[in-house]
């Protein structure tokens, strides 16, 4: 190999953001180098066997990324991307017949709960403009610096105002979800329920000033992509990038752990690999940029280091809050498929272990498990019999084609997820938690059971869990522990996300942008959503000049003084 290996770009990390970005940068001609420190490229679209005939997906699984330009624009179908788009087409008219779980039992849906919530998504528009809201909150790029945000140009705010001006209000701006919900819906556990699906998806139902993002962390998942699983898994999907990725001429090496970011006279020109790494030429010249798909703290404190960035700006990055909750990520293998208590007995699919959130009794339980995430620094302290926890339904994949389990008389319940605090805040420090997990695996059943009538020791086989901590060190990406990062919350989000200086993926160095769905906008599992926005900022650059099949975003600005991403 030369050692004067040199490319248009390169990006450190090959998640599915490092490499989604070089399938762009590939259509468009560059030449691109992504290096990948594991053996095996993907990040946390992950799939682990751990006993032949049992798959789990151990981070996310549902497909957040339904309403994403790159399905057209890199054409994923052509490179093996398959997914039944509403496995669960009736989802809706089931969930309203079926209810939500509390404590009780199954708490009715009610007309004005159900026709509230299409209202805010955009269903009821004429024709619905559920697609066109989603974008506007996720895939699209901050507005530059020079512009002033206001309720006018806030592009979910646009529209609103165009397509469903009865809802608009410049108030949105500084409501939580939960004041959103009460405005529009009518019981209190579907308006829990909604909040806790948004907390675990990125945004959080309690946050001030985030209420539309937090409601489109919620549509993504329970309306436009109708609960539905890739082929294969996110791993599925996944393939289906770098194969696209490859096609357009990227090269993907792995084992090839990046030590630094190589900054001369201010500017990124390359990257200097760890000794460990298994590519012969230990430093990667980029003629272009160098693009990080690093979380941003190691971005700045490991990979390019303080000496080259002010004291002040080091300072802000460490700052950076990631409260907000960490997942614990539980999956249940049992001789008997897991069955719910009758109370709880779903009237649409019978005996379905997968309720969805719980207990949704009302947000003072809500509440309460805010404050044991964010506010106390340790296991979780609620009563089982009170700790909100959320689960996904048994059958999302196909048994017959995509079976997860194939061992004849063995049953798999994945994920169950639960919040946690994040490692950087355990009091006993970031691996805390993992000394109590045979504990805290057990504490946990005890919540499940709740629900659950069979999930006892004569029937358990085994409980696998990935903590926060191991999900951070199995994945350098996902800093905190889980896809949500940095806080979803009014100054962590679009312009000010994670801080000002960085919200357009630049950095104060330059050629060197950032590309990681933990700490960009918009962050949480609205996949494909940052190399998209990204692309904008790289044309305006003058770095890319992509081909007829781009587009931009209908609300997106131009940054003055740069060269419009908008196709000539």
Known sequence: MSRNERYDFVIAGGGPNGVGLAAYLGKCGASVCVLEERPEAGGACENTEPVPGVRLTPHAMYMYAGPAPAFEQLELYKYGFRMD??????????????????????APITDKDAMGWARLAGMLGQPPFTRDL????????????????TAENVPYMQVYKQRQPDVWTEELLDMTMFDLMDEYLDTEPVKVMHAMVAWYSGAAGHWEGVAIPALGCDVTLTIYSGL?????GMHGYFHSIIRCAIAHGAVIRTCCPVDEIIIQDGRATGVRLRDSATLDEKTIWASKAV????DVKQTFSRLVGPRHVSASFARKVQDISIKGGSIW???????EKLRCRPKFKNPVSGDDAGLGPYPCDSREIYYEHAADVDGRRGRPTMPPERLMWLSTPGDRF???????????????????YTYVPPPEYQVGGPDALDREKEEINAYLRKAFSQTIENLDDGN????????PYESEFRN????GGTWCGTRHCDDQWGETRPIPELARYRTPIEALYLCNQTACHPGGLALMAIPYNLMHILIEDGLIEPGKWWYPSPWYIPQQGKIPAIPR
Do not use: K
């Not at 788009?85 to 009780?104: E, V």
């Not at 539905?228 to 294969?232: D, E, I, L, N, Q």
């Not at 693009?291 to 690093?294: C, K, L, R, T």
């Not at 358990?460 to 903590?467: C, D, E, P, Q």
């Open 398 to 416: 196909d048994p017959g084609s995509d079976a997860q389990c194939t061992i004849p008389g063995w049953h798999l319940a994945s994920p169950y």
């Open 85 to 106: 788009w509403s496995p669960q087409s009736r989802n809706l008219a089931d969930q309203q017949a079926r209810g939500i779980a509390t404590t009780a039992g199954m």
């Open 460 to 467: 358990l086989i085994h409980h696998w869990a990935n903590t």
């Open 329 to 335: 990520v539980s999956h249940l293998l049992t001789r």
């Open 134 to 149: 989603l974008r506007s909150i996720f895939w699209c790029p901050p507005h530059p610096p020079e512009v002033e945000v």
């Open 291 to 294: 693009i990080s798909d690093v």
């Open 228 to 232: 539905s699983v890739p082929r294969g």
């Open 476 to 479: 350098t990406g996902l800093i």
